[in-house]
């Protein structure tokens, strides 16, 4: 599958909806493919498949910041592959998120947007229970997510689950794929928008940045340039020494 762009209508511009799906396997799936589907179907909705936009996992920053900066909402959706999401997904975000774009000194290209999870689990609701063979609940593994929105300034909205994926009856499947569809088609006129806190402000000081490999270069050769003035000059001025 491929990336399938629908330039925004007089009457969806403004909401700026970004879908961006990641299954690593599409032709196996039973969910997500019918949300990918059901996606590009709404109107003035951007959606990504990453998987066909970047089978060589070469992700283009520069084009999806252009589209990160558009959107006013922006979907992650996926099935949870080992309580998280999939590979390329994680890796969008490594590459996507920059530092001082997303987030720290000068990183507000994402601040007052808001990200909505719609995530697919194999197993059924009642396995997340400290009970059963996942021992937690499911929103104990909903944090990364959360703090990854948390720290780029954006909202994070009650995350749409649909547990039991592989299992669950057709009717369900069908009344998940409406209420997503419902929901891409009426963002931002959520009942329940007006409840959600606004995102609470993480700055991160400069000082706490981990230099990078380039500034460390720079770094060394700065203080290799200053040892050898300094040992030139001490080396000349003792040489004047002695001849004087
Ligand atoms: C590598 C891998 C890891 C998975 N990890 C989990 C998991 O941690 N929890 C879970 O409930 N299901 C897990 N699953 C099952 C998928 O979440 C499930 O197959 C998917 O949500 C079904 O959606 P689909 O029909 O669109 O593929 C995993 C599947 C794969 C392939």
Redesign the pocket.
């Known amino acids: 599958m491929t990336t399938t762009t629908f330039p925004g209508s007089p009457a969806t511009e403004g909401r700026g909806v970004y879908v961006i799906a990641a299954?690593p396997h599409w032709r196996?799936?039973?969910?997500?493919?019918r949300m990918l589907a059901a996606a590009r179907a709404v109107p003035g909705i951007d959606v990504n498949d990453l998987y066909g936009s970047y089978p060589d996992y070469a992700i283009d920053v520069e084009a999806e910041q252009a589209r990160l900066a558009r959107a006013s909402l922006v979907v992650l959706l996926h099935?949870?592959?080992?309580?998280s999401m999939p590979a390329l997904q994680k890796l969008w975000l490594d590459d996507v998120l920059a530092y001082g774009w997303a987030y720290g000194p000068g990183g507000t290209a994402l601040q007052g947007k808001d990200l909505w999870l719609a995530a697919?689990?194999?197993?059924p609701e009642s396995s997340y229970h400290p009970q059963s063979y996942?021992r937690y609940f499911f929103d104990a593994f909903l944090p990364p997510y959360e703090q990854t929105a948390a720290l780029c300034g954006m909202r994070f909205l009650p995350p749409l689950i649909f547990h039991g994926?592989?299992s669950a009856p057709e009717a369900e499947v069908e009344a998940h794929i409406e209420t997503f569809t419902q929901r891409l088609g009426s963002y931002p006129d959520w009942p329940e928008m007006d409840e959600i806190d606004a995102c609470v402000a993480c700055p991160v000081p400069e000082s706490d940045r981990p230099a990078e490999p380039d500034d460390m270069a720079k770094l060394a050769s700065t203080a290799f340039q200053a040892a050898m003035t300094h040992g030139l000059s001490v080396a000349s001025s003792s040489a004047n020494g002695k001849a004087a």
């Not at 196996?28 to 493919?33: A, G, K, L």
């Open positions: 299954h196996d799936s039973r969910v997500n493919r099935p949870i592959q080992w309580y697919t689990t194999g197993s996942h994926a592989r």
